[in-house]
């Protein structure tokens, strides 16, 4: 019994070491445990969230999109741009649209033009930038449209409504991978794509379509973004990709592919959320904690490759 | 007749191989070649210094970076390594003399460098891992650099001797352009000549196989790491003596910059094969692409969309090989 129990802690160690923190900062600091904090948390955590679930489709299908930051911004600066030109519905429709058209691009130059999606989704990342520093010439563009405005802002039954998208990603993506023939499939061509061919799956057009859907994400991620600022900006969202990735494999799901979940992504989100919160509560220098981020996705990244590669019982 | 049908056969197939082998020089040659009918300001003295003042610092980071690529891994963390040793030796010069303070910089850059290719050694990390770790170790160093200066950009230094790093001239010469070549030559050397370079080689092509060949893997996988760092430490030499002050985020991105520059001239991202030539070839377009695109009067934006083209174009190229 108590082996089982040793065993899954040390399968989940990213588990606990939530529970722990969690644990910890109701000592550390009294205002953690209150509602107003918990939302604000939720909060912070559901743009690069909704981009997150995108990422974990992409790295379980064994690839990632480095993109998805300069696909977030571009869309949210089209929406923007556009809500005054043809109303906001049809600009939110047009920059999800096109976020998904560049998901096309990526995907068909990744999986049939066979480019390396680290310089794919490279210099995607490089071009959308121009792109968008081009729609705006370099000035972000604030948004006048109160409707959007509360969009990121608003809340119903004191939860905003970024939350709830970000929730709504997390279902659709969590079903998409673990009941839909679509999602087995992913996890198939990310885990061997070489065997995933041969038994028949359509490895390449799996492979194009994760990037569409990390795309779509990013576009969606990206218009709450500036829906919560009331701005739209070339600049935003920069390290979307590697905060992403890092939530990613903290929560546990490799960067080789065939595995993982959206629940561990969560999971990887939420201490990294936790974490931010904690450290400002705490009046924890930013600079601090930057280096703490750093040093905990070292030893997270260190410790899961060392167990991977050296202890092959666990 | 024979004979001369199957010489001609022969040499041909050593043309083809020619091709694939050298495309990206002769990609190199045609661009400079077009550049100078199109532009009459191309191919003067001045504009062919200014090019390779510009790729320089870009140039010393690829050269490091592509000791990491050949041997199988990645580092990003190269740009705030160099904003940290930057804002150390422009911060040391105020209380120490500069000698002092070049020294203590570059040690820094040599330290985190032991630092990722310890950590890399030990876990036995591949390429997925490398992009995590130095990720890591990325905003760690930031966040030094940035606490060292408390986030301000410092006032420089007044030395004479350390400006001389970044705006003396060695013969016509610019001191930059001087240590990013001789930086290539001994690379060069180190990796074609040297049992160290073909362990290199040998590492980034079979990790497993190296090792039960008996090659020291793991010591030679933390030296790629401590290079990348040490060369970040020397570009950083370079730009803050231009510059004379020093931002603790002046690196930031600096090392997608070297990776494309690398990845440009033809390594590739697994690893195992790669030159330093090819390295330099890639730095040498990506900053002609520049300069010709300056000339003309590009915008940045269009710039950053070309740019990203050029990459994609190079590895499409070098993937129908």
């Known amino acids: 019994m108590i082996a089982i129990i040793r065993k899954n802690l040390i399968k989940e160690k990213m588990l606990v070491v939530f529970i722990l923190m969690f644990v910890a900062m109701i000592f550390l600091s009294p205002f953690f445990l209150t509602v107003d904090n918990l939302v604000n948390i939720l909060l912070q955590m559901s743009v690069y969230g909704i981009i997150a679930c995108g990422m974990t489709v992409a790295i379980i299908g064994g690839d990632f999109d480095l993109s998805v930051g300069s696909v977030a911004a571009l869309s949210g600066l089209i929406t923007v741009i556009l809500d005054v030109k043809i109303g906001l519905v049809p600009a939110i429709i047009s920059a999800v649209v096109i976020g998904c058209i560049i998901g096309v691009v990526n995907g068909l130059l990744v999986s049939f033009a066979k480019i390396n999606s680290f310089v794919v989704t490279l210099s995607a990342m490089v071009i959308y930038y121009g792109f968008a520093l081009k729609v705006c010439n370099g000035n972000p563009i604030q948004s006048t449209n109160d409707v959007f405005s509360e969009l990121g802002n608003g809340t119903l039954l004191g939860i905003p409504y970024p939350v709830y998208v970000f929730f709504i990603f997390i279902i659709i993506t969590h079903i998409m991978l673990t009941k839909m023939k679509f999602g087995r499939n992913i996890f198939a061509t990310g885990g061997n794509y070489d065997v995933a061919k041969l038994t028949g799956i359509k490895v390449r057009l799996y492979k194009a379509s994760i990037f569409v859907f990390a795309s779509f994400a990013a576009s969606v991620g990206g218009i709450l973004l500036a829906a919560r600022l009331g701005t739209g900006a070339p600049n935003q969202a920069q390290d979307a990709a590697m905060t992403v990735v890092s939530a990613v494999v903290i929560g546990g799901t490799s960067l080789s592919g065939g595995q993982g979940s959206v629940i561990r992504t969560l999971l990887g989100l939420s201490i990294l959320g936790i974490l931010t919160n904690g450290l400002n509560l705490l009046n924890v220098y930013p600079y601090f904690q930057m280096a703490l981020k750093g040093i905990i996705l070292v030893a997270v990244v260190a410790t899961d490759s060392y167990y991977k590669k050296n202890l092959k019982r666990v | ?321």
């Open chain 2, 1 to 321: 007749m024979s004979e001369l049908v199957r010489n001609i056969r022969k040499s041909n197939i050593n043309i083809s191989k020619l091709a694939k082998e050298y495309g990206i020089l002769i990609a190199l040659v045609v661009l400079v070649i077009l550049s100078s009918i199109v532009s009459p300001v191309f191919f003067t003295e001045a504009n062919m210094l200014n090019i390779l003042r510009q790729v320089s610092i870009n140039g010393i980071l690829a050269v490091g970076m592509t000791f990491v690529m050949i041997g199988g891994g990645f580092d990003l963390s190269v740009g705030s390594t160099l904003s940290l040793a930057g804002v150390i030796v422009i911060g040391m010069q105020r209380n120490y003399p500069v000698g002092v303070a070049i020294i203590a910089a570059l040690l820094v850059g040599l330290l985190v460098g032991v630092l990722n290719g310890t950590v890399m050694a030990v876990i036995k990390g591949d390429n997925g891992d490398a992009f995590m770790i130095t990720f890591g170790t990325q905003s760690l160093i930031a966040a030094m650099a940035l606490l060292y200066t408390g986030g301000a950009t410092l006032r420089g230094s007044g030395s004479a001797s350390f400006n001389f790093i970044g705006k003396g001239f060695v013969g016509p010469i610019p001191m930059p352009v001087f240590i990013f070549l001789i930086l290539v030559g001994i690379s060069h050397f180190v990796l074609t000549k040297t049992k160290f370079g073909r362990g290199v080689y040998s590492l980034g092509g079979n990790y497993e196989a190296s090792r039960l060949s008996g090659i020291n893997v793991k010591f030679i996988k933390a030296v790629t790491y401590t290079i990348a760092g040490l060369c970040a430490a020397i570009a950083a030499m370079v730009i803050n003596s231009r510059t004379m002050g020093a931002s603790p985020i002046q690196g930031v991105m600096y090392e997608f910059d070297a990776i494309t520059a690398v990845v440009v001239g033809g390594t590739s991202l697994t690893g195992g094969e790669g030159s330093m030539i090819k390295t330099l070839i890639g730095v040498l377009i990506l900053g002609t692409i520049s300069n010709v695109m300056n000339i003309f009067g590009f915008s940045v934006q269009d710039q950053y969309i070309v740019k990203g083209l050029i990459i994609l174009i190079a590895v499409l190229l070098d993937t129908k090989k």
